[in-house]
């Protein structure tokens, strides 16, 4: 997620850097024998990386209210 007001490093990465990174998180736990999983809330999960790319591991979805708008597939 984005910090406001802070010079965080991974606050200007693009979507396309995002998601290679996760990927590459992923692939890292996975080799060490661990189920990867991502989580997000929704603005990260369809604007902050590509999900098409990442559909193979299980999503939590931080969203905390009854009326759920997420228009992707989830696990938790």
Not at 55 to 64: E, G, H, L, R, V
């Amino acid at each position: 997620e984005v910090i406001p007001g802070q010079d965080a490093r991974a606050n200007d990465l693009t979507r396309a850097e995002r998601t290679a990174i996760a990927k590459a998180f992923c692939t890292t736990i996975e080799k060490a024998g661990y189920q990867p999983m991502l989580y997000s809330n929704t603005k990260w999960m369809v604007m902050g990386i590509d999900l098409e790319q990442l559909n193979q591991y299980p999503t939590c979805f931080a969203y905390y209210v009854d009326n759920n708008v997420f228009p992707y597939k989830y696990h938790i």
